[in-house]
């Protein structure tokens, strides 16, 4: 993995990228009674040779922001900036030029292959759509090139999909996503449908075509442990905005907003005896609506450091020292000290939330 001082300028640039989609109520006579905010006013950057982990609860955005990166759903708001050029308003025409530059590796490995087309015709299919290497001869060679770039045998470019495992599915999904020399993948959970010991070996493989090919990515998950060790720096995400970015060291060193510490809190420790002596500390409650959310910080009727501001102003995501942001009035010293002595009186299950404690699933 490359070195944070050898990173050049960004490749990505996401500057308040909202996506809401509207929700309808009737059958015969539809209205529109609100919006789901999916994406609410995310930005951050993936410099070229990086990888930024995104990484939060199910349901919190992460997959759609891919999704809004390669326009493949619409975005309501915001720029998105690859290679110096605004994307978020490219026609569809205009769109194609620009997917030869950015693939997407996605979670299932079993759903993302077509079944009735051999390996070979998977992988190439890119090819064939863009007009690159065409020509009988070099297109076969690029199958078996690419094949073998993966870590599989060109002779299985005449199988079908269902003829191999999920990790070897996986590695077929990332060589199509390479074939075209992208300069940025998105990774949409690419190995949480894997096994384990396969999982280790697919984010190697992901590593080695970094160094290899030059490739930069943004690398969506939710094992903290996975994203610790392919990621350059951590974005990370909370009911639709980012709420803490740090490089990963610092980031699980000294996490510096309450959501954090609390995802890193439910990470389980290999040894049972350290595990058990580890003071328990849970996030209480459940996430709000997305259609709804709460007023001012959007973790605050779930932060056991609230602040009464915290219930009235909207944090935003703050520049601090060694490349780190957060979003949290605790970092902001223009709030004063009757601010910070104010904080709320929280009831067992959070704010506005049930009673119940919630381990976070991560």
Known sequence: ??????????????????VHFPQYHGIVVRKQVGNVR???????EVRKGETLGLVGESGCGKSTTGLAVLRMTPITEGRVE???????????????????????????????????MKVGDIIGEPLIVHGVDTE?????????????????????????PH?????????????????????????????????????????????????RLGLSYLFIAHDLAVVRHVSHRIAVMY??????????????????????????????????S?????????????????????????FHPR?????RVCAEVDPPLREMADRRAAACHLHDPSISGASRDGLLHLAPGGVGSTEQNVRVSV
Do not use: W
Request: glycine share 6%; hydrophobic share 40%; aromatic share 6%.
């Open 239 to 272: 009911l639709g905005r980012i709420v803490e970015v740090a490089p990963r060291n610092e980031l699980y060193k000294a996490p510096l907003h309450p959501y954090t510490q609390g995802l890193l809190a439910a990470v389980p420790i290999p040894s049972p």
């Open 163 to 211: 003829e191999f495992s999920g990790g070897q599915r996986q590695r077929i999904s990332i060589a199509r996503a390479v074939a075209l020399n992208p300069a940025l993948v998105i990774c949409d959970e690419p190995v949480s449908a894997l096994d384990v010991s396969i999982q280790a070996q697919v984010v190697n493989l992901f590593q080695e075509l970094q160094e």
């Open 1 to 18: 993995m490359s070195s944070g001082s050898e990173l050049d300028e960004p490749i990505l640039k996401v500057s308040g990228l909202k």
């Open 38 to 44: 999916a994406v609410d006013g995310v930005s951050f």
């Open 274 to 298: 350290a595990e058990a002596l580890r003071p328990q500390q849970v996030i209480p409650g459940e996430p709000p609506s997305v259609m709804n959310p709460p007023s001012g910080c959007r």
């Open 303 to 307: 932060c056991p450091m609230a602040m």
């Open 82 to 116: 690859f290679e110096g050029r605004d994307i978020a308003n490219y026609s569809a025409s205009a769109m194609r030029a620009i997917r030869r530059r950015i693939q997407m590796v996605y979670q299932d490995p079993y759903g993302s292959l077509n079944p009735r």
């Open 136 to 160: 009988r001869d070099v297109y076969r060679a690029r199958i078996q090139e690419l094949l073998r770039l993966v870590g599989l045998r060109p002779d299985m470019a005449e199988r079908y």
